[in-house]
């Protein structure tokens, strides 16, 4: 099982970045899939997650209308397009993988919001 996160990097406040998290070893479509971030400090957390069919998203509020989750089954692949990026989004994120009590972790991508 592994999943590869890339699209991070240094943006100004107001930027976007799309990450994206290519999945291999398991079988994708049966999974959820999440995006969570770890600020310096502070605990891991849950900032979006859509269901195996890409049906379903849900959002964490402090990025809700900012934020989108999406992904591609044929491509084995989750995104995260981030518009209007704050300071207080800098973290690193993790792609995560879910099914029943069964999860896999990306090795995690810096995003940092600085002027």
């Known amino acids: 099982v592994q999943l590869v996160e890339s699209g991070g990097g240094l943006v100004q406040p107001g930027g976007s970045l799309r990450l994206s998290c290519a999945a291999s070893?398991?079988?994708?479509?049966?999974?959820?899939m999440c995006w969570y971030r770890q600020a310096s400090g502070k605990e891991r957390e849950l900032v979006a997650s859509?269901?195996?069919?890409?049906?379903?998203?849900n959002y964490a509020d402090s990025v809700k209308g900012r934020f989108t989750i999406s992904r591609d089954n044929a491509k084995n692949t989750v995104f995260l397009q981030m518009n209007s990026l704050k300071p207080e989004d800098t973290a690193v994120y993790y792609c995560?993988?879910?099914?029943?009590?069964?999860?896999?972790w990306g090795q995690g991508t810096q995003v940092t919001v600085s002027s």
């Open positions: 995560s993988a879910l099914r029943y009590l069964e999860r896999h």
């Open positions: 070893g398991f079988t994708f479509s049966s999974y959820i």
């Open positions: 859509i269901t195996n069919g890409g049906g379903s998203t």
